[in-house]
């Protein structure tokens, strides 16, 4: 099946048509989306402050990274499945968007973040308790870069269809 | 000055031209009105989720208010800076938009609930301070639906 053929099959599909024409399901997928950013988003921007020594300094690293792990998880979770929904929605548009394939190469470079830096950085918070190693604040650093990166390319896509 | 006027010179001022001149204008305006959003909504929602008492509970909501707050700030800031340019640019068509004047008047309940009574409950203890947790998230999640349905109505 070529890329085509198995764009044009997902967007035969039910699912795929009901988020694209049904009035409601789009608007209200987009907004879960954007919710689940501002839970996501600021958790993750809370937990780079506090390694790059910005924000939170009254209590631990590992207190704050442990705190905030279920809710980013959580709403780590509800990003990915309504991206998932909205592309499933308009897959086609989403090939041709440059935009968008930019947006899918910086979620590479997360996946990438988080197996260069997870163990050290991120799972190891006991032992940056006592100081903030410049491992971590360059991890901190590069995933505040990767995420807006990956806002500002998610609104993008909007523009180049 | 009668209110449509208003809008409609503001839709051929200078800056409504420097949104709708280069084609990036909107975009970058626009992707900067969402960082704010992640700063804002997001610090936000992490005291909403404490004053519940489902996160950090072992800083007390003062002294998390007083780490969040500035970046609360920055990012209200921003909003209310990106917003209006992007208003500006096609102001006669939001104003008229049902879900933006939907978006206004739950953006000023929000604000006004934020500097005041919710800003109470981060500085004091009791039951009311879960429900205006509540509250805060209910509020700001209805200025991100209003929000989110400008597009579509």
């Not at chain 1, 592309?87 to 548009?93: G, R, S, T």
Request: charged letters at 15%.
């Amino acid at each position: 099946m070529t890329v085509h053929a198995a764009l044009e099959w997902i967007e035969s599909t039910g699912l795929s048509t009901a988020i694209r024409e049904g009035a409601l399901p789009y608007p209200i997928i987009g907004g879960v989306h954007l919710l689940a950013i501002a839970l996501f988003g600021g958790m993750l921007l809370m937990t780079d402050f506090r390694l790059l020594g910005w924000a939170m300094h009254r209590r631990p690293v590992s207190e704050i990274v442990r705190q905030f792990q279920g809710w980013k998880r959580f709403g780590f979770l509800m990003v990915v499945v309504s991206g998932l929904l909205l592309a499933w929605a308009e897959p086609q548009k989403l090939y041709r968007s440059p935009a968008f394939w930019i947006k899918m190469a910086l979620f590479a470079l997360v996946g990438v973040h988080a197996l260069v830096f997870r163990s050290r950085v991120y799972a190891n918070t006991g032992a940056l308790d006592s100081g903030i190693t410049a491992e971590a604040r360059v991890a901190a650093a590069l995933s505040l870069i990767l995420w807006a990166g990956l806002i500002v390319s998610g609104r993008l896509i909007a523009f180049d269809a | 000055m009668p209110a449509p006027s208003f809008f409609e010179w503001l839709s051929t001022s200078p800056i409504a031209n420097a949104m709708n001149g280069p084609e990036w204008a909107f975009p970058v305006v626009e992707s900067l009105h969402f960082i704010g959003f992640a700063f804002s909504i997001g610090t936000i929602a992490i005291m909403d989720l404490r004053l519940l008492g489902l996160l950090l509970r072992r800083q007390p909501a003062r002294e998390l208010a007083r780490d969040l707050n500035r970046y609360t700030l920055f990012g209200l800031g921003l909003m209310l800076i990106t917003g209006p340019l992007m208003f500006s640019a096609d102001a006669v068509a939001y104003h008229n938009n049902p879900s933006f004047q939907f978006k206004m008047v739950c953006l000023t309940i929000a604000l006004l609930f934020h500097f005041t009574l919710h800003r109470k409950a981060t500085q004091s203890s009791g039951a009311w301070t879960r429900f205006a947790g509540a509250l805060s998230l209910l509020l700001w999640t209805c200025v991100v639906a209003g929000g989110r349905m400008i597009a579509f109505v």
